[in-house]
């Protein structure tokens, strides 16, 4: 993608960060051939993940691009996560690197110390600090520095393209599928959902908030909403944090998708009979909240698939 760009386009700025550091074209492009040689040379490739645990910077898209032309699988972990929610990541993924900024790198070194996870090495977008983690650390610069680039991004193992968080322009996402010969299948309204993962939200005064639904139990009687509150701060992000609790005598499915229907139809079904048993026989404004929210939709014909909630 950014090789194709003109030469006479390698010296405009492709990306750069408030402190006016960043990469142009051809910088960016020679980056990206650099982090899929390295990858290559740690023998990670197809199949392979890697995970990047860092906010937006200037060396992201050369990482996230970096690892594609490898032919690896990118799997973003949000900057917030405190080290429980990446060590799952790694985890579930099978992540044998990654790619971690200095502000999460405490984190991200509790993480990679977690049991069962396979991460074989830690690269650094910055300078490694302080004591050194369970596994290998090698600097960003270090890493670009003892590599050489690969002659042309291979894209060709690409076979699914899943977009998140947000809508996808249907002439875009069709413009991908055609170019790359791939699915590109799209999935909003869990936001942050990347990768695919949601937690249950709710309207408060107007504000989507994360709600917990809890079962105690027998021997949790006394379990109040502020000890769930504080379970679930010490080990999810802040934007994560449940803002309500609501206990219940049981949930019927075990199955995610499923799970979130049952709660959101069980949910309306009691805030609309409290509404009734307040204003009485006749319908009110709040009539509305009988109606269960629109199931996910049906995948569409053709490469470009989209999905609602």
């Known amino acids: 993608m950014f090789a194709e760009r003109g030469t006479d386009e390698a010296d405009r700025p492709a990306v750069i960060d408030t402190s006016r550091r960043g990469y142009t074209y051809g910088q960016l492009t020679a980056a ?3 982090v899929a040689a390295g990858l290559a040379e740690r023998v990670l490739g197809r199949h392979d993940v890697a995970v990047i645990f860092a906010p ?3 060396d992201y898209p050369a990482v996230f691009h970096g690892v594609l032309s490898a032919g690896a699988v990118c799997s973003p972990a949000n900057a917030l996560y405190t080290p429980v929610e990446p060590a799952h990541q790694l985890r579930d993924s099978g992540a044998r690197v990654l790619f971690a900024s200095t502000d999460s790198l405490d984190r991200a070194r509790a993480a990679v110390a977690e049991d069962k996870v ?13 004591a050194p983690g369970p596994v290998g650390e090698t600097g960003f610069d270090e890493f670009l520095a003892c590599t050489a680039p690969t002659p042309k991004a291979v894209l060709s193992s690409v076979k699914l393209i899943m977009s998140a968080a947000a809508p996808l322009d249907r002439d875009l996402a ?3 599928a055609k170019r790359l010969d791939a699915v590109v299948v799209q ?3 869990l936001t942050e959902s990347s990768p695919t993962t949601g937690d249950r939200r709710h ?5 989507e908030v994360p709600k917990a639904f809890v079962v105690r139990r027998v021997t949790q009687s006394g379990l109040d909403a502020e000890e769930v509150q504080a379970f679930l701060a010490a080990r999810v992000a802040p934007y994560r944090k449940a803002r309500l609790v609501e206990f219940l005598d049981q949930i019927r ?3 995610p998708a499923s799970l979130r229907k049952i709660l959101r139809k069980d949910r309306r079904r009691r805030e609309s009979a409290m509404c009734r048993a307040a204003k009485g026989p006749e ?3 709040d009539s509305h909240l009988d109606s269960a929210d629109d199931a996910f939709a049906k995948p569409r014909s053709g490469r470009w698939v989209g999905h609602r909630r």
């Open 253 to 255: 499915s075990p199955w």
């Open 56 to 58: 937006n910077c200037p």
């Open 174 to 176: 069709q413009a991908l």
């Open 32 to 34: 990206i051939g650099r």
């Open 203 to 207: 309207r408060r005064n107007g504000e």
């Open 187 to 189: 999935g909003y309204g």
């Open 283 to 285: 319908r009110g404004a």
């Open 118 to 130: 396979r991460v074989e090495e830690t690269i650094v977008l910055g300078s490694a600090r302080g």
